[in-house]
């Protein structure tokens, strides 16, 4: 069976650019999480997406945003890029969604604001 | 691969030793923790996970323990083994409707041969 795939693996955005990530959930899984880890900040919570539906989001700005489509494959979106928006993004899905349903991650997409 | 944390604390065990990593947690409320393993290109790996209405599980070769009046975790790993080098975080959660986990910082696990 097919694990978590996020595109692309690297980017590398000039600041003030916008970006979109990618994500394909394993097949039937309803929920994506999303994560931006740091070596300051570690692994932060960004948002949650089951059934099309923003259910969570984290303490991010709103040039952070996503989205999730009919085939549960979702993507996320950083406008106004800054330098601190450099970072390992990291989706996560799950069958339902629910606090005790295990997460299976994606290897991240590594970008990088010059 | 990317470097998951450049100042994460370290514990050197010798293989075969046991490990024991800690997590202090941060919300009282949470009810559901999991630790995860991630080795250097991957994703974190979920290892064994634990409800705030127990002290200890076990899986297979680890253990984890609960102390919820200190808020805190530990992850034991019987005989450790090279391919256990890793960083190693805890989670909490508090949704049970949601997989919104707050992350611990980590601990880089490394196996002397």
Redesign the interface.
């Known amino acids: 069976k097919a694990g978590?795939t996020q595109t692309p693996r690297y980017l590398i955005k000039t600041r003030g650019q916008q970006v979109t990530l990618s994500c394909s959930p394993i097949s039937g899984h309803r929920?994506v999480?999303w994560?931006q880890?740091t070596?300051g900040q570690?692994?932060?919570?960004l948002f949650?997406y089951f059934s099309e539906t923003q259910?969570?989001k984290?303490n991010f700005p709103g040039r952070f945003s996503g989205r999730q489509f009919s085939n549960s494959r979702s993507e996320m979106n950083v406008s106004t890029l800054e330098l601190g928006d450099s970072a390992?993004y990291?989706c996560?899905s799950?069958l339902a969604?629910?606090?005790?349903?295990?997460?299976?991650?994606?290897?991240?997409t590594?970008l990088t604001v010059v | 691969g990317e470097s998951v944390g450049l100042h994460l604390p370290t514990l050197s065990v010798q293989e075969g030793d046991n490990s024991i990593i800690n997590c202090a947690y941060s919300n009282s409320a949470s009810d559901y923790f999991i630790w995860y393993k991630q080795e250097s290109g991957k994703g974190p790996q979920f290892i064994i996970d634990i409800r705030s209405n127990m002290d200890k599980r076990q899986g297979q070769r680890v253990t984890v323990l609960l102390n919820k009046t200190v808020k805190h975790l530990s992850l034991q790993i019987a005989a450790t083994q090279p391919g256990d080098s890793a960083v190693y975080f805890c989670a909490e959660n508090w949704d049970n409707y949601g997989q919104n986990f707050v992350f611990g910082p980590g601990t880089r696990l490394s196996v002397l041969p």
């Open positions: 978590v929920s999480s994560y880890q070596p570690g692994l932060q919570f949650e259910r969570n984290g390992l990291l996560a799950s969604g629910t606090q005790n349903t295990e997460a299976f991650f994606g290897q991240g590594r």
